[in-house]
């Protein structure tokens, strides 16, 4: 592919996108991540000449390629992105080229059931150090959601899927232009339903998100890993539009300890929602508080060890002087004399009578 890329097999059955695949960079030697994204064919007809027949040619890829390039070249490195290298376009198709870890998607985690808050705090705190970064150098995400999130070895958390975001964007505007039905039928064909990618100041007119249209994507990504379903209904783009024009999100009391941060990030106004380095203060605050280690399955009434209901027994220890060997032999030259072996066992005995009585009597 592109004279470069040797592609070996497909994706696995969890990845995000079902063009992506995975290839061996001939350049460099190393394995990456191809994410494809499907240009539509657009048909072409002279309605002034009555000979020229009707003919299909791919969408023109030049604009979206020299998009996603400026994306590429502006994206900042840092150790909670998912860096991406080239983008190409072959075939009626553009392709992305990017870094491709030993990780677990976010998703498959989700599937065996919702996260515990204190892990999600952690999950958090690292995809918000990456938005700052991002932030920081001018630009927004605009693809931040559960399949753009890696878990690495380590436990961190690793945001990708960046330069796909800007080519879904760049192709959306592409087909819908200014009329604000088509862009939006566009951008639902590329960003899906999905309440991550439609905060209220991205519905109706066609727009470019902004900044806090991360930080709307990130609160959404929070509900959903802490109870399970997303905030707002997700069955059809009527209904998602429906209930976040209405400002009418599910309940947010699922979300323990970080139901807070969760309401102010589904703040419908933009202004009203915490930045990024503001999310990361807040997070490292909580996580600051958070028990270690974190067990979800401990029972609070587990700590402090309780005591036993019945008596406790009290165990005498005798006391007995250590000497040296040579103050003993000392003492048995010039001391008194030792006491016979006779009286030491009839001493031994009575004290364990004694203290087996004491034991009965307190133990009941």
Known sequence: MA???????GPEPSAAHGDDRYALDGRTGRRVLLEGLDLPEVVVADFYRADQAITGRWLDPEGIVAEVAAAIASCPEHPRLRQAYEVVAQ???VWISGELPAAVPLAQLL???RLAPFRVAELAADLAGALRAVHTAGRVHGNLGIDQVLVCEDGAALLGGHALGVAQEALARALG?????????ARTGQAGVRAERWPPELLGAPGVAEQPADCWALGVLLFRLLTGYGPFPEQSPTALFAAVRAGRPASTEGCGPLRPLVDQLLAADPAKRPDAKAIRVWLTELLATAPEPYRPDEEASSLPVLRPARPLSVRRRTTAEVVAPEHTAKHA???????SPVLLVGGVLTAMLLALAAVV???G
């Open 91 to 93: 075939d009626g198709t």
């Open 333 to 339: 030259r010039s001391g008194p004399a030792a006491p």
């Open 3 to 9: 004279g470069r890329y040797q592609v070996t097999d």
């Open 361 to 363: 009597l307190l133990g």
């Open 111 to 113: 599937s065996d059931g």
């Open 177 to 185: 232009g200014s009329d604000g039905r088509r862009w939006t039928d």
